[in-house]
């Protein structure tokens, strides 16, 4: 199993631009939560996804929207991207109402 | 809302010499307390949660509801144990973690 992974590595992209973002679970995991981590930041909650649905949000715009598909894997899309938006994004599986949460590598995306 | 305090950006230590991080936390609740640690090129990962009460890589953590902590303790720090550590609290019945803006520790050897 090679855990959580997300695609792509790295992302450059421009200020009003879009961007997606992927997440695959942990095998046997259901439920995925995305977290933003600016630099020299700890992570900061999103969203948490579980049976398709939204099921959490944090203090995030509606810039930032997600999916979660039926096999669990997930997408973060953020419009009208800001400069501000610059960080690295991590991607987080657990089963549904269990505590750990094992983290992916991370998006860095970079808003020019 | 909750919130995770960690005071210390940097820590430097001596190898062999004890390690302590401090974690302050608002929450009024019973929150769920946990240190995930960061080393150099890998993911953030799970370090321990106070409710399992172990002790991981020599590294013990305790719950002090009185004083709002959960502050990290290693008695001997090693080289390997140079990485980036948070701190975080998820409330009772959400699974949404709240971290801290974690510790840099770097011992020296």
């Known amino acids: 199993d090679a855990g959580v992974t997300q695609s792509p590595t790295h992302l450059i992209k421009t200020r009003g631009q879009q961007v997606t973002l992927r997440c695959s679970p942990k095998?046997?995991?259901?439920?995925v939560s995305w977290y933003q981590q600016a630099l020299g930041q700890g992570p900061q909650f999103i969203f948490q996804?579980?049976?398709?649905?939204?099921?959490q949000r944090g203090n995030f715009p509606d810039r930032f929207s997600g999916h979660q598909f039926p096999n669990y894997s997930s997408e973060l899309n953020v419009n009208a991207l800001l400069l501000g938006d610059s960080a690295l994004y991590l991607c987080?599986?657990?089963?549904?109402?269990?505590?750990?949460?094992?983290f992916g590598p991370g998006t860095r995306l970079l808003v020019l | 809302a909750q919130r995770v305090t960690q005071p210390e950006k940097l820590l430097s230590v001596f190898k062999g010499a004890p390690v302590e991080l401090k974690c302050n936390y608002s929450y009024s609740g019973s929150p769920e307390l946990f240190w995930y640690v960061q080393y150099s090129r890998q993911r953030l990962q799970l370090l321990l949660r106070h409710i399992s009460r172990e002790s991981i890589k020599g590294f013990t953590a305790d719950l002090n509801k009185g004083e709002t902590s959960f502050h990290l303790k290693k008695p001997f720090a090693q080289e390997e144990d140079s990485a980036m550590y948070y701190c975080?609290?998820?409330?009772?019945?959400?699974?949404?973690?709240?971290f801290g803006k974690g510790n840099q520790v770097v011992v020296i050897p």
């Open positions: 975080a609290l998820m409330r009772n019945g959400n699974n949404r973690l709240a």
């Open positions: 095998s046997g995991h259901d439920t």
């Open positions: 996804y579980y049976e398709e649905e939204e099921r």
């Open positions: 987080a599986s657990s089963p549904w109402a269990q505590e750990t949460q094992y």
